[in-house]
């Protein structure tokens, strides 16, 4: 793996910890939706999130396709540039069932 992939992996997984972090005190998407400043930097990571995996070599992508790169930057892009249009029932269902997945895979591949 390259040196590259290995640093995007981690900038992902430190986005992942704070995602996780920041919503560790919240029971549902609509207290994520009220906690401006919570939902405002939970949708900065996943932008960075965005950002990193478009940084990752076609080679690392292409040797594992379990993970569906192409969502992971079609959300960053819904983040970017439709901030407004974002739910936030969508968004906590991709933190309770999607962000664990990812935080997984990225874990066995750094550590």
Known sequence: MLTKDIDCLNNIFESIEKIEEYTSHLKDA?????????????????????????????????????????????????????????????????IQTKIPVLKSFTKNLIK
């Open 30 to 94: 609509d207290e994520l939706f009220v906690d401006s400043k919570t939902f405002d930097a939970i949708m900065m990571n996943f932008i960075v999130i965005g950002e990193m995996l478009a940084k990752l070599s076609k080679e690392f992508k292409n040797s594992y396709q379990e993970i569906e790169w192409w969502k992971i930057k079609g959300f960053r892009n819904i983040v970017a540039y439709d901030y407004f249009g974002i739910d936030a029932e969508e968004v906590w269902q991709i």
